[in-house]
């Protein structure tokens, strides 16, 4: 960052800067050490939240908390510690533009319908038989399936069921307030109605990495609905070859009908790790959010071990070093959000190896999870 002058410190630099504050002025040359740092620094803090906490929470918020007693939806966010002091709420800030969240849904119950300026996704983590409707489309969901909901749609949720479904979610909340552009609007009549078969565009798109010719104009939301099954056959293909260095083998979805990212802010892929993969270390501009779906392993950030098993969630902010390994005797599966498209469209986005022994961190600490903070 610029350097510090040591003559700010004077009562002659102290006493001027308190005058101009009262006209609600600032001083630039004192500002500029703070504000133009030489590489990122962003105020979140690598983290992790263990699956079986959450879960138990969210089991108990239903003795409490149902749609019917008011609120939108049954969901426990992920605080990031760095981002607390933000108001209200913390902006509900995993990463410094992301929130994630994981949401549970009963048997018989519905959340309404409503749409907001924020874009959303979400991966199925646990249970079946709930759907989503999405502009008069229900999509049915079931585990390791990938839902998409850009901002300005419709959407709401109802599960005519018979188990607990549970499921990650990840909106753009903290970027989007923080740039005062907010829009909510609830749905009039509860929750929408459908208007199209269901499955509509899961099924127009069964086929694979081929599209309906009508699709060939770009549109908002082709697919709503990532069949985990073609998810992971894609995985399986890809697995005849040499993993990614950095993330293993890894897919993104993507919309099949401009073939940028399924979410205009928010990109997402589902990583496989195979059994004895160690990833090397490397950084990036943009924060990322993890779900594990399957398997154990650690992911080593800035030089600490993050120790995870199959159920938890873990943050990696923007410019921290990280590099994942695969402990268990199976494929770990890993599911990723990110903010990798408001980078690239802010100009922002950067990438670098890490450049000593030979791509890996040395371990310093090893995290402790399940802190609770007094």
Known sequence: M????????????????????????????????????????????????????????????????????????????????????????????????????????????????????????RFITDGKGAYSIVQGERLFMEEGDFLITPGGLWHGHSHPGEEPMFWMDCLDIPFIYSTGGTFFEPYPDGIEQPSLP??????????????????????????????????????????????????????????????HTANPNIAAWMQKLPVGYHSKAHRHTYSAIYHVFKGEGYTVINGVRFNWTKGDYFVIPNWAWHEHVNTSNEDALLFCANDLPIMEKLGLQREEAYPYNNGYQSVAGEFEAGAVSS
């Open 2 to 121: 610029a350097e510090m002058n040591p003559f700010f410190q004077s009562k002659e630099v102290k006493d001027f800067t308190k005058k101009i504050e009262q006209y609600h002025l600032g001083p630039l040359w004192e500002a500029i050490p703070d504000l133009m740092h030489t590489e990122p620094r962003p105020e979140a803090v690598p983290y992790l939240w263990k699956g079986e906490t959450i879960r138990e929470l969210l089991l108990e918020a239903t003795q409490i908390f149902t749609p019917e007693r008011g609120g939108e939806r049954r969901a426990i966010y992920l605080q990031n510690p760095g981002l607390k002091q933000r108001q209200p709420w913390g902006w509900a800030s995993t990463t410094n533009t992301l929130y994630a969240a994981v949401q549970l849904i009963l048997p018989g119950e519905t959340a309404p319908s409503h749409r907001h300026t924020q874009s959303a996704m």
């Open 198 to 259: 269901d499955d509509y565009s899961a099924r127009k798109y069964r086929g694979g990495m081929v599209r309906p010719i009508g699709d060939r104009k770009p549109q908002v939301a082709p697919l709503g609905l990532y069949k985990w099954k073609q998810t992971e056959a894609a995985l399986t293909g890809l697995s005849d070859f040499e993993p990614d260095p950095y993330d293993g083998i890894a897919v993104e979805y993507i919309n099949p009908s401009n073939g």
